[in-house]
């Protein structure tokens, strides 16, 4: 049965090793992360020099893997292999070559750990999947959806033994997305600077992730939450100032969620913080800022806005834009959200 990447970190974190590993999908954090962990834990330092190898898919075929493979550890007990972009291997769309592949992958040698790492959804129904999750493991990387990542952001840092502040995973969010492996890195950058046994807090992201203090999308949010005229006009000017460091689309991405949610706010029943976190697929944390919408901005009003951010969004892909520039389309939205 596949397994997720979080069982597989888990098991070689306790070293805990299978023969034959295939990991794929469109997350590429996860796939790195597995083959980081095979490296720190199949062998001691001393071993690698002549039982570690790293191939690249584009310069090798699915021959050329199996001969690294059958190979025997040298002075070792076991050797590590490791195919990266296995995507661009020859013959791996080849029926006689995967036969190959399969083939070891039902009988592997009991002295080789072999990871094929293929970036993009690999069909899990064919019998090479099939071969690799029978004698080891067969690992999907799926994208991460926008409501799970406030709890990511948690617990990679709980991992790391650092609390964090709920606005603080907040800004980390809705400024970076779901990008997992940039996240880690904003996260590592913070962590590398913190005091013994101090919190993340807003500010500290606000300052080593370079999110600039007021003019941030988590700022032009709120102040158009808060129906704030002249703090959104404001930070619509600076955007429009410095657009490579504030792209239109993110930003309009980040609008497009947040009141689609205001939406489904004012159309639920129960509007207990519980319950409308649950619905919203929020941090209860959270509830308030869409109740806050909601009561500033009445169902009708959510319904022009949505539309409005639809043709921004059409605008800024170049569809009947005319003469306006990113910078233009984002003041006229905010006319538009604001009267």
Known sequence: ????????????????????YFVHGDEPFYIDAI???????????????????????KDHDVGSVLNYA????????????????????AGLESKE????????????????VLLI????????????????DRAGALVQSKKMYDNKLPDWVADYCHAKSTKISLKAIQMLVENIGNDLKRLSSEIEKVLINL?????????????????SKEYNVFEFQKALMQKDVFKANQIATFFAANPKDNPIMPILVILYGFFSKVLVAHGTAD?????LATVLGVNPYFVKDYLQTA?????NKVVDIIAALRQADGHAKGIDAGSQNDGDIVRQLVFRILH
């Open 195 to 211: 005091k013994p046994n101090e919190e993340i807090s807003a500010a500290t992201v606000e300052r080593f992730v370079g999110i």
């Open 97 to 112: 070559k995967n036969a190959l592949l399969e083939q070891y992958a039902t009988k592997p040698l009991p002295s080789t």
């Open 35 to 57: 083959a980081d962990a095979l490296e720190k834990k199949v062998l001691l330092e001393a071993e690698k020099s002549f039982n570690q190898f790293v191939l690249f898919g």
């Open 295 to 299: 009561r500033n901005y009445p169902v």
């Open 117 to 132: 790492c293929h970036q993009g959804n690999f069909d899990e129904r064919k019998t090479l999947a099939k071969s690799f």
């Open 70 to 89: 059958r190979k025997y550890p040298f002075m070792a007990e076991r050797q590590l292999v490791i195919v990266k972009e296995a995507q661009a291997l």
């Open 271 to 275: 509007k207990s913080e519980r319950n």
């Open 1 to 20: 049965m596949p397994v997720t990447p979080a069982e597989i970190l888990k098991e070689i974190g306790q070293k805990k090793i299978r023969p034959v």
